[in-house]
C-alpha cells in the first residue's frame, strides 16, 4: 500500500511538472527562453510512459502521462502562438 502512495505521488508531481512553465508563458506572453526542444522531448517521453502504462495495465502510469501529455501540448500551443507573434513584430 505505502508504494501506491509514493507512484500516486510521484505521478502528480511529474505530471504537473510543466505546469509552471505553461502558466509563465502563458502570464508573459514571453517563450523566448523554452526550448522547442523541450517540447518534443516531453511529448515523446509522455506518449512512450503512456505506451509502457497500457502494457503494464498500470492505471496510474496511464492517466499520469496523459495528464503530461496534455499539459504540455497546451504548452506547445502557446510556444507556437507567442513565438509567431514575436517573429511577426520583428
Known sequence: MEWYVVGSVAALLT???FAPQVIKMWRTRAVRDVSPITFVQFI????LWMLYGVNAR???IIAANI???VIVLA????YLRF???IK???
Open 15 to 17: 505530471s504537473f511538472g
Open 44 to 47: 515523446v517521453g509522455s506518449i
Open 58 to 60: 498500470d492505471p496510474i
Open 67 to 69: 495528464v503530461s501529455l
Open 75 to 78: 504548452g506547445l500551443l502557446l
Open 83 to 85: 513565438a509567431r507573434a
Open 88 to 90: 511577426v513584430h520583428r
